[in-house]
């Protein structure tokens, strides 16, 4: 999903658009098989449901063995999913009385000197890390005895008229006048419970390139002081010219504590150190941030 969201802040214009959702995960699991060929009459349970590798395939859950341990897996898959085969006793992988697993689906990475199957819970979320898998079949390891990596979607937190979702990158431009920079001006608001922490900020001058100002600072609040999460000297503020963090010009704070959480309910605004902007008229900024629980 891509949504996007203009709305005024100030006296200025801000677009927020919002980049990436973290949408739910499905659980999974991996099973690594050797080049040797499965034993028939061993078996597989694959949250609850057995299969049960057969020379002549018979019963619900039969896997027709099939020659070499890529094709015996591909069997597997195949019952998985009940699909890219024959059914039927003289079929080529599971019994006509076979059903796909109601809540797992299968794919197959085959080398020809082993392989892994990847086994994916049907459906996102963190329901599927309770799903077990079990083998005695000798010639497979399992990465675990559940299934794991599933999370759950995360509701976006709407505020101000913007869509935003915790722990995702998003991005921000803000186009400001050189009056609004002069007297500090709120580039993110602050929204009660949560800390913004930024990942990159860049910044132009439009109209003109900037003058007298000895930087242009992007300033966040730490401990409750305020703090320069970049500093962007005056000599690099040419008249449409990108100047990113990382630049000689986009100075950040030591040990990387720029890219630290900023206190909660605290903004992020732009100031200036010492003299005045002049010459430019305004200063587009970008900012990719996240939000953090408090």
Same mark, same amino acid.
Request: no cysteine.
């Given at each position: 999903m891509l949504a996007t969201k203009d709305y005024p802040v100030g006296s200025g214009a801000a677009q927020s658009r919002?980049?990436?959702?973290?949408?739910?995960?499905?659980?999974?699991? #991996?099973?690594?098989?050797?080049?040797?060929? /499965?034993? @028939?009459?061993?078996? !597989?349970? +694959?949250?609850? #449901?057995?299969?049960?590798?057969?020379?002549? /395939?018979? @019963?619900?859950?039969? !896997?027709? +063995?099939?020659?070499?341990?890529?094709?015996s897996w591909l069997n597997f898959v195949r019952c998985i999913n009940k699909s890219g085969g024959t059914e039927g006793a003289a079929g080529d992988y599971m019994a006509a009385n076979g059903v796909a697993h109601p809540t797992v689906s299968a794919t197959i990475d085959a080398s020809g000197s082993g392989g892994v199957v990847t086994l994916t819970a049907i459906g996102g979320g963190a329901f599927g890390n309770s799903f077990t898998l079990t083998k005695d079949e000798p010639e497979a390891t399992l990465t675990a005895a559940t299934f794991y990596g599933g999370s759950d979607a995360e509701a976006p937190l709407v505020f101000n008229g913007a869509i935003r979702y915790p722990g995702v990158a998003h991005e921000h431009r803000h186009r400001v006048t050189v009056v609004q920079v002069n007297a500090g001006h709120t580039l993110l608001p602050a929204i009660p419970g949560w800390k913004y922490r930024l990942v990159d900020a860049s910044i132009v001058a439009i109209g003109d390139a900037a003058g007298a100002v000895t930087t242009v600072n992007i300033l966040g609040t730490l401990a409750t002081s305020s703090r320069k999460l970049v500093a962007f000297g005056q000599a690099a503020l040419l008249k449409d010219t990108v100047v990113r963090v990382g630049d000689t010009a986009g100075v950040v704070l030591a040990d990387g504590a720029s890219f630290t959480a900023n206190d909660a309910n605290t903004a992020i605004t732009i100031g200036k150190t010492d003299a005045d902007v002049t010459d430019a008229?305004?200063?587009?900024?970008?900012?990719?941030y996240a939000l953090e629980s408090a």
């Open positions: 919002y980049i990436r959702t973290r949408s739910s995960v499905p659980a999974k699991n #991996v099973i690594t098989y050797t080049a040797s060929d /499965v034993t @028939a009459t061993k078996v !597989v349970v +694959v949250n609850k #449901v057995t299969y049960t590798f057969q020379t002549a /395939v018979a @019963a619900a859950g039969d !896997v027709k +063995v099939g020659g070499s341990a890529d094709a008229s305004y200063l587009d900024v970008v900012l990719k």
